[in-house]
């Protein structure tokens, strides 16, 4: 897969499966766009990316800043010309039973998770309609299929973006853009990485594979579904989990 003169925008691609992904874009050719709200990790991707050689912007924003997000798209197209692959993986959780959950952590996901989702397709899709082929990739979860404990608001808000991903998909097709998403279950990040090994094994044992999944498996779907050897598929939701949940 080729990705010369596509550009790419990764959101929450500081670290991560964002990274991962970012990077798998940029290896291809692509001009990857890094969108974090942390300042500081943006630096530090643009620096190594361009250590490697890799064709790389960086932008400071969060996605639920309407305004904000539209700015940076805008001078993202500007800049490069177009914009042909959204992939939506910024995310939050903030994990507690419902009868101990907050209303402000319910409200803090769903903006993050679902509403972000929605604000960067609404700004990106205006440049995405004049470059056929387009793809837009939403970071969903395993969770949003089969809801966890205390997990309410984040599978609340992940089940929202497979909603979402179906109507963009419908919404968009004539335009011959794409609209998918991925739903990874227990996959190896920084975070899993303090967790205690028993934990880590009770996990694996879960899972037909018997295995954890990584960052590099969720970015080379990612690769799949921006090319054009995905260009029948639109409307889906794929699960990257070894097997944890089959419907």
């Given at each position: 897969?080729?990705?010369?003169?596509?550009?790419?925008?990764?959101?929450?691609?500081?670290?991560?499966?964002?990274?991962?992904?970012?990077?798998?874009?940029?290896?291809?050719g692509?001009?990857?766009c890094?969108?974090?709200?942390?300042?500081?990790?943006?630096?530090?991707?643009?620096?190594?990316?361009t250590?490697?050689?890799?064709?790389?912007?960086g932008?400071?924003?969060?996605?639920?800043?309407?305004?904000?997000?539209s700015?940076?798209?805008?001078?993202?197209?500007?800049?490069?010309?177009?914009?042909?692959?959204?992939?939506?993986?910024?995310?939050i959780?903030?994990?507690?039973l419902?009868l101990?959950?907050?209303?402000?952590?319910?409200d803090?996901?769903?903006?993050?998770?679902?509403?972000?989702?929605?604000?960067?397709?609404?700004?990106?899709?205006?440049?995405?309609m004049?470059?056929?082929?387009?793809?837009?990739?939403?970071l969903?979860?395993?969770?949003?299929?089969?809801?966890?404990?205390?997990?309410?608001?984040?599978?609340?808000?992940?089940?929202?973006?497979?909603?979402?991903?179906?109507?963009?998909?419908?919404?968009?097709?004539?335009?011959?853009?794409?609209?998918?998403a991925?739903?990874?279950?227990?996959?190896?990040?920084?975070?899993?990485?303090?967790?205690?090994?028993e934990?880590?094994?009770?996990?694996?044992?879960?899972?037909p594979l018997?295995?954890?999944?990584?960052?590099?498996?969720?970015a080379?779907?990612?690769?799949?579904?921006?090319?054009?050897?995905?260009s029948y598929?639109?409307?889906?939701?794929?699960?990257?989990?070894?097997?944890?949940?089959?419907?």
């Amino acid at each position: 897969m080729d990705f010369k003169g596509k550009t790419v925008i990764v959101t929450g691609s500081s670290r991560g499966i964002g990274k991962a992904i970012a990077e798998a874009f940029a290896a291809k050719g692509a001009t990857i766009c890094i969108l974090d709200l942390m300042e500081e990790g943006v630096n530090s991707i643009l620096s190594e990316f361009t250590e490697k050689g890799y064709n790389c912007l960086g932008f400071v924003g969060n996605v639920t800043d309407s305004e904000k997000i539209s700015e940076i798209f805008k001078e993202i197209y500007q800049k490069t010309g177009s914009i042909d692959v959204l992939v939506n993986n910024a995310g939050i959780t903030k994990d507690k039973l419902i009868l101990k959950m907050k209303e402000a952590d319910w409200d803090a996901v769903l903006d993050v998770n679902l509403k972000g989702t929605f604000i960067c397709i609404q700004k990106a899709s205006r440049y995405m309609m004049k470059q056929p082929g387009s793809s837009i990739i939403n970071l969903a979860s395993v969770i949003g299929l089969i809801g966890n404990t205390g997990q309410a608001n984040y599978a609340a808000s992940k089940a929202g973006i497979i909603g979402l991903t179906k109507s963009v998909a419908k919404e968009f097709a004539a335009r011959e853009m794409r609209c998918n998403a991925i739903a990874p279950g227990f996959i190896r990040t920084e975070m899993t990485e303090n967790l205690p090994p028993e934990v880590v094994s009770s996990y694996a044992e879960a899972i037909p594979l018997k295995r954890m999944g990584t960052p590099q498996d969720i970015a080379d779907l990612c690769l799949f579904l921006a090319s054009d050897m995905s260009s029948y598929i639109t409307g889906q939701v794929i699960n990257v989990d070894g097997g944890l949940v089959m419907q």
